[in-house]
């Protein structure tokens, strides 16, 4: 490999770790700088569709927003660089264990666990020396959803 496609590979990975890192700490802007503006986005069934929906989309109560905590955890990591010197493209596979908790409802103590396998499949592009993902499709491999009891804080922080 060359010293650039070394480069472009460590460019493309760090903004798949920017992505994970900033879903689980509410970045939102953080994220968004993840995908270029035309970027698609397919989570079927959970959303399809575009960048701007997507950000609303991971606000929702009803969608990503009823989520409280979120932790993904990543794991093998395939960059495929695209063999064609005037293309500035790449293929990506990553595989994630992405782990959430609901808020507890007013009335109910219970949350739910949910843990999710799954793989990101992403085409990212180069667009003025910047690399972004251009569209993104998950597979869902499995899902866990554990119902529990009331979390325990953590010695010295604040509780959530």
Do not use: K
Not at 20 to 31: C, E, K
Not at 104 to 118: E, M, S
Not at 128 to 148: K, Y
Request: glycine share 8%; charged share 30%.
């Amino acid at each position: 490999m060359t010293p650039d496609e070394l480069s472009d590979r460590a460019e493309i990975g760090d903004v798949l770790h920017r992505y994970y890192r900033s879903v689980d700490r509410r970045d939102w802007d953080a994220v968004r700088a993840c995908f270029f503006a035309d970027a698609h986005n397919d989570y079927a069934p959970f959303y399809q569709g575009g960048v701007d929906e997507f950000m609303e989309f991971l606000g929702d109560p009803a969608g990503f927003g009823l989520f409280d905590r979120t932790f993904h955890f990543v794991g093998n990591m395939l960059i495929e660089l695209s063999g064609d010197p005037d293309r500035d493209t790449a293929d990506t596979e990553t595989y994630v264990m992405a782990q959430h908790t609901s808020a507890a409802d007013a009335g109910n103590p219970q949350r739910n666990f949910l843990t999710v396998w799954l793989r990101y499949l992403d085409r990212f592009e180069r667009r003025e020396n910047r690399w972004a993902i251009a569209d993104r499709r998950i597979v869902v491999e499995w899902i866990r959803n554990d119902v529990g009891g009331m979390w325990m804080d953590v010695p010295g922080q604040a509780p959530r």
